[in-house]
């Protein structure tokens, strides 16, 4: 996980803010809080498909290495994109907010991932085994992520408008 988390995560950084320039300059200079979430794109189809390597090759007949390097660095690689680009995006959007929209972000998903999950996981995982829990993840992965971006995207300045928070657009 950490391979997956640290690498891509450096990579990313960099990444993130040229295309953000790249973005800027066709824009005629101005910017957008939108311009943050193309990184977010890959990371969006990464996570489920390292759910679902993690959870089909966890068998005996697999070697370990498979999902517990491979699949797990997979699904590192599409949390940290995913996770940096929302955050950049929240900070860009809420500019004199942004720590208070942080946190309200960190709350919701600690009580999303450390408090909702441990409820249901276990049973899940107990009833159907890895691959089949593995792929319930990946559906709900896909459901949530994947058209995320393109929702923040096409309506991302209108829910800025809407907010008293939010930087206005020009």
């Known amino acids: 996980l950490c391979l997956g988390l640290s690498g891509v995560s450096q990579i990313n950084a960099q990444l993130i803010d040229g295309v953000y320039k790249r973005l800027c300059a066709r824009n ?6 939108e311009y943050r979430l193309p990184s977010m794109v890959p990371g969006t189809f990464l996570l489920p498909i390292g759910l679902l390597v993690t959870g089909w090759t966890a068998r005996a007949s697999v070697h370990w290495i498979v999902p517990d390097i491979v699949g797990i660095v997979i699904v590192g690689a599409g949390m940290i994109l995913n996770f940096q ?3 950049t995006y929240i900070i860009d959007a809420f500019t004199l907010h942004g720590p208070s929209a942080l946190a309200a972000t960190n709350v919701f998903r600690s009580i999303v991932m450390g408090f909702g999950f441990p409820l249901f996981a276990p049973s899940m995982y107990n009833a159907l085994d890895y691959g089949k829990g593995g792929t319930i993840l990946a559906c709900a992965a896909i459901a949530i992520w994947i058209p995320a971006p393109f929702l923040f995207w096409v309506y991302g300045e209108r829910l800025q408008n ?5 930087k206005r657009s020009t």
């Open 28 to 33: 005629g200079g101005a910017g957008k809080p």
């Open 85 to 87: 680009s929302i955050q």
């Open 162 to 166: 809407a907010s008293h928070y939010a």
